[in-house]
C-alpha cells in the first residue's frame, strides 16, 4: 500500500498508484513544486553517480538495496539507459550544506547537492515516496521539484545503553530511524553508573566486571536490591571495538554521526566496581542493579592523579575509534558529598585556590578538556559543567531547562538544547493510563512538535551559538526494542521537523495528517508505535478573579465531550465548541472520540476551586525553581488543582522553603487558609515538615494564625493533603504561608539530602 499523507501546502498528487493523494514527507521540504506525470522505476532503470567522489557508491548501493528489497527490482549502475536517477555533486551550485535539489520528470530522477550528505538526504526522500514494504505495486513517483536544505546543523537523537544494553542490531535499527527523518548525530551514552559498554583494552576489567550486573528487571528500577557477594552478574553487555567500528561505519553511511558520551566525574559506579583505585573510599563495591545508591560510590576521584591517568588512556582509546569532532563527557548529577569528605579532593582545593566543590568540578572538567583539545576533539558535556567556571572551548548540552544553554550562549559556547520538556523521550507521551510504565512527566507529540529550540531570550549574534536539539532516551524502564520503537515513533519525526524545516512552514495539522501515512508503514514493517495521546488537554485560564477553561485534543479529526456534574463523559455528554467558563467548584472530566468511538483510556479530569484568593498576586521570598514554573506567578492562586502528574500545575522547591505573600487586593473577611502539597516518594518530593500561616490588613505587621504539622509518614510513597487552617473572622489583605522544606528519609537513594516541595493552590476562604 502507497503511504497516504498530506502537506501543509495542500498540494495533491495525481497518478495511477496514488490516485488524488498528498505527498507523504516528514519532515517538510522548504520548497515543493509539483507537475503532471510520473517517473516509474522498473527493471530498466539505472543509476548513475560519478565513482571518483568517496562515499556517492554507499549512497548510490543504498537506494540499489533498498529499491531491491522493496520490489525485487535491481538497478543498474552507470549504464546509459531510457530511464535513470542521476547523483550530482556541485560543490559551485550554492545549494545549502546538507541541502539537496531533487528534479523528477517522466525520464529522469536528478538529485543534485553541493555533498553526499545531501545527495543521501534526497535518496531519502525518493524513498518515503515509495511504499514501505515489498510489494508488486508499481513504483511510481510523481514528477516534481524539491529545493530543500535544514534548518539547524545539530539534529539529534540520544540513546542510553547503560541502564539497558542494546545489541548491534538493535542500534542499527535506531539509526535507520533517524536516517530515515534525515537526523545526523547519535549521541550514544555509552557509560553509566550500571553498566559500561565500551571495550578498552588496556583496562579489561570495565567490561568484564562493570558491563554485567545482578538481574533485577522483574523489579521497579528505584526499588531493586543491591547485588549480594556470591550471585551472578548475568544481565548486560558490552560492544567490542571491533563491532563499534563497523556501527559507526554503518552511521556514516547513512550521514549519521556518532558522539560517544564517556560519563565522568559523577556516574561511574561500573568503573569503580571495576577499579576500586578510582574513588575517594577506594572501597570495594559489586555493580549497582538499579537505583538503590545506599552506601556506594559513584563518583571519581577528583584529588587522586592515578585517575587523570586512567581517564586519559581510556579516552585515548574512545577518540581513535570514533572520527566525530565532538567526544561528550557527562558531567551531570554529581553528589560532591564524597569530596566534601575525601582528604585528597580537599588537598586539592586548597593547592588549587578552589574556594568549593563546584571549583573542584570545574577544575576536573577543565583538565579533561586539556586532554581532548590535545587529540584535536572538542568537548560536550551536559549543563552542569557550567557549574564553578565552564571549560574555555566546551560546548554545553542543555537539559535542565533551557537556562543552561541561554548562559552558555550569552558566553559564545556552542550549545545543543535538550530540555527535559519536551525532549526527554523517556517520559510518557499519553495516557498515562494505559501505557507502558515510564519515568515519569509527559511530553506528548504536540509538546514535541511546538518546541522551538532557539530561546526567545537570545539575541540574534547568539542564536548562531544553538547548534540545534536533540531527543534523549533513558532506559531505567526501557528493556525490549519493542518498548524503545515505542518511545521513539513518533515523537522521533516530529523533533526531526522541528529541526529541518523552516519555522514558517511548520503546521501540526498539517504533520498530524502526514503523520497517519507513517503509521500505516510502522505497522507493515512490524515497528511498535504510539498510535496517539487520547487525553484531552485542559487548559485554564485565571484573569480578574474569573476562570475559564479550553479543552483540546492531539487527535486528527477527534471530538471532545465533557461533564461537570461528577459523572462520566461518553458519546451523550456535551460536545466541547468552546471555552467553559467555571464559576464553582467543580470537578471537569472530558474524552476524545473519533468515528463515533470513545478512545480516551480514562478520563481527563481536573479540579477547580472558587475562592477569595483566584486572580491574586503571589510573591516569593524564594523564588520557585525555574524547572518547575507551574504557570507563572499566580500558579498558587489560579483555582486549578494539581493532580499526581508532578509536571503540571504544581510550584517546586528546593533545598529552602517556601516562602509565600496573597495579597487579596483590598480588605476581606477571612475565616480558612489551606495550602495544597504534593508527596511523590520516587520523585523526592515530600509534604512539608509543617505549614504555618500569618495575616495581615497591612502587609507589614503579620500575626500567626496558626501552624499545622505533617500528619503523614514519611516514607507514604504518593499523597496529595491540604494543609487547613482555620482563622478567627476578621479583616485581612495579606496571607503569608510557610512550608517547611524536608530531607530525603533514611532508605531512600537520596538519604539526607534536601528533598522538593510541590505547592498547587493556596485556597482562602
Request: charged letters at 20%.
Amino acid at each position: 500500500m502507497a503511504w497516504v499523507i498530506a502537506m501543509g501546502t495542500g498540494l495533491l498528487v495525481q497518478s495511477a498508484l496514488y490516485g488524488q493523494q498528498p505527498l507523504p514527507l516528514i519532515p517538510q521540504p522548504v520548497e515543493t513544486h509539483l507537475s503532471t506525470g510520473s517517473f516509474v522505476i522498473d527493471s530498466h532503470t539505472t543509476i548513475q553517480y560519478p565513482t571518483a567522489i568517496p562515499g556517492i557508491k554507499a549512497s548510490a548501493d543504498f537506494l540499489v538495496n533498498a529499491i531491491q528489497h522493496i520490489a525485487g527490482i535491481r538497478l543498474t549502475e552507470n549504464r546509459v539507459g531510457v530511464k535513470s536517477i542521476t547523483l550530482e555533486i556541485d560543490k559551485q551550485a550554492g545549494i545549502h550544506p546538507e541541502g539537496y535539489q531533487l528534479i523528477v520528470s517522466s525520464k529522469k530522477i536528478t538529485i543534485k547537492a553541493g555533498d553526499k550528505a545531501g545527495i543521501f538526504y534526497g535518496l531519502e526522500t525518493i524513498l518515503q515516496l515509495l511504499p514501505a514494504i515489498q510489494t508488486n505495486a508499481v513504483l511510481s513517483i510523481p514528477c516534481l521539484e524539491i529545493n530543500d536544505y535544514p534548518r539547524f546543523p545539530w539534529r539529534g537523537m540520544h540513546l542510553d545503553v547503560s541502564r539497558h544494553f542494546f545489541g548491534p542490531d538493535i542500534v542499527k535499527e535506531y539509526i535507520d530511524l533517524m536516517a530515515s527523518y534525515k537526523m545526523n548525530v547519535f549521541h550514544w551514552h555509552l557509560v553509566d553508573d550500571q553498566g559500561w559498554r565500551i571495550e578498552i583494552k588496556k583496562y579489561p576489567k570495565l567490561t568484564e566486571t562493570g558491563a554485567w550486573r545482578v538481574d533485577q528487571t522483574d523489579k521497579v528500577w528505584g526499588e531493586r536490591p543491591q547485588a549480594k557477594p556470591g550471585e551472578a552478574a548475568t544481565y548486560g553487555g558490552y560492544y567490542t571495538q571491533e563491532q563499534i567500528k563497523d556501527i559507526i561505519r554503518y552511521a556514516a553511511e547513512r550521514n549519521i554521526t556518532i558522539v560517544p558520551e564517556i560519563e565522568m566525574p559523577g556516574h561511574v559506579a561500573s568503573a569503580i566496581a571495576s577499579y576500586p583505585y578510582l574513588s575517594c573510599t577506594q572501597t570495594p563495591q559489586l555493580p549497582l542493579t538499579g537505583g538503590n545508591y545506599n552506601n556506594m560510590s559513584s563518583n571519581y576521584c577528583a584529588g587522586n592523579d592515578s585517575v587523570f591517568v586512567f581517564l586519559e588512556n581510556v579516552l585515548k582509546e574512545v577518540m581513535a575509534l570514533f572520527p566525530s569532532a565532538y567526544i561528550h563527557i557527562g558531567g551531570d548529577e554529581v553528589d560532591k558529598g564524597p569530596w566534601k569528605a575525601c582528604p585528597k579532593c580537599q588537598a586539592r582545593m586548597h593547592r588549587e585556590g578552589l574556594k568549593n566543590e563546584e571549583e573542584l568540578q570545574s577544575y576536573f572538567i577543565k583538565r579533561i578538556e586539556k586532554i581532548v583539545v590535545a587529540h584535536h576533539k572538542k568537548m560536550i558535556g551536559w549543563d552542569e559543567i557550567l557549574e564553578g567556571g565552564l571549560a574555555p572551548e566546551a560546548a554545553v548540552m542543555s537539559w535542565r531547562g533551557e537556562a543552561g544553554g541561554i548562559e552558555a550562549a550569552r558566553m559564545k559556547h556552542y550549545v545543543v538544547m535538550t530540555p527535559g520538556n519536551p525532549c526527554y523521550f523517556d517520559h510518557y507521551q499519553a495516557g498515562p493510563e494505559g501505557e507502558p510504565h515510564a519515568i515519569g512527566g509527559m511530553n506528548t507529540l504536540k509538546n514535541v512538535y511546538d518546541y522551538e529550540p532557539i530561546p526567545k531570550e537570545l539575541g540574534a549574534a547568539e542564536e548562531d551559538y544553538v547548534l540545534g536539539a536533540q531527543g534523549n532516551v533513558w532506559t531505567e524502564f526501557i528493556t525490549t526494542a519493542e518498548y524503545l520503537e515505542y518511545m521513539v515513533l513518533p515523537r522521533m519525526p516530529a523533533l526531526a521537523e522541528v529541526l529541518w524545516t523552516p519555522k514558517a512552514n511548520k503546521n501540526f495539522d498539517s504533520f498530524n495528517q502526514r503523520l497517519q501515512s507513517q503509521f500505516k508503514a510502522y505497522g507493515q514493517k512490524g515497528l511498535h508505535f504510539c498510535p496517539g495521546n487520547y487525553t484531552v488537554t485542559i487548559k485554564p485560564v485565571s484573569k480578574d478573579g474569573k476562570l475559564t477553561v479550553s479543552l483540546s485534543t492531539e487527535i486528527l479529526n477527534g471530538t471532545i465531550y465533557y461533564t461537570t456534574d461528577g459523572t462520566e463523559p461518553g458519546l451523550q455528554s456535551t460536545l466541547y465548541t468552546g471555552p467553559i467558563d467555571i464559576s464553582s467548584s467543580v470537578t471537569l472530566k472530558a474524552v476524545v472520540a473519533l468515528n463515533h468511538q470513545i478512545l480516551s483510556v480514562q478520563a481527563s479530569r481536573q479540579s477547580f476551586v472558587m475562592h477569595a484568593a483566584i486572580g491574586c498576586t503571589v510573591t516569593y521570598t524564594n523564588p520557585a525553581s525555574r524547572y518547575y514554573p507551574a504557570d507563572g506567578p499566580n500558579t498558587l492562586t489560579d483555582g486549578v488543582r494539581g493532580t499526581y502528574n508532578a509536571g503540571k500545575y504544581w510550584h517546586g522547591f528546593s533545598e529552602k522553603d517556601l516562602i509565600a505573600t496573597v495579597d487579596l487586593g483590598q480588605l476581606k473577611t477571612v475565616n480558612s487558609v489551606s495550602l495544597g502539597c504534593l508527596q511523590k516518594y520516587g520523585d523526592w518530593i515530600f509534604l512539608p515538615q509543617w505549614v504555618s500561616f500569618e495575616v495581615s490588613a497591612n502587609g507589614t505587621d503579620f500575626t500567626s494564625a496558626g501552624t499545622v504539622k505533617n500528619p503523614l509518614d514519611i516514607s507514604q510513597k504518593q499523597a496529595i493533603y491540604d494543609f487547613v487552617q482555620q482563622v478567627p473572622a476578621q479583616q485581612v489583605r495579606y496571607i503569608r504561608i510557610t512550608a517547611k522544606n524536608n530531607v530525603c528519609p533514611p532508605g531512600h537513594s537520596g538519604a539526607g539530602k534536601p528533598g522538593w516541595i510541590f505547592a498547587d493552590e493556596i485556597v482562602v476562604h
